[in-house]
């Protein structure tokens, strides 16, 4: 299994083709494939409704990116740290 965050941390990519582990939010998931969804994070964070919530990604030395729950994240891409959940933005208008 990969920890995704610890080749991160030392400057080196993560093999392709293998299990990785990755932090979302407080918890550390385990994913069998390279590729996965937003929505795959989320259901395996077990957060839902899924609508109800924003995923994003920090890479390091960036700021935060919103993952989509179509849009595909490469595991093995280098510099993941983690992911973060956020309830959605709500905004109410009265008219």
């Known amino acids: 299994v990969i920890d995704v965050a610890a080749f991160t941390k030392a400057g080196k ?7 990785y582990k990755v932090l979302v939010g407080h918890h550390h998931l385990v994913f069998d494939q390279q590729h996965v ?12 409704p899924l609508e109800c ?7 390091h030395g960036c700021d935060f990116e919103k993952i989509d729950l179509t849009e595909r994240v ?3 891409k280098p510099g993941i740290e983690h992911f973060v959940v956020k309830p959605t933005e709500v905004f109410h208008y009265f008219v």
């Open 74 to 76: 490469d595991l093995a």
């Open 53 to 59: 919530y924003w995923l994003y990604q920090k890479l």
């Open 13 to 19: 990519t993560p093999p392709a083709g293998k299990k």
């Open 37 to 48: 969804t937003g929505k795959d994070i989320l259901q395996k964070a077990g957060i839902t």
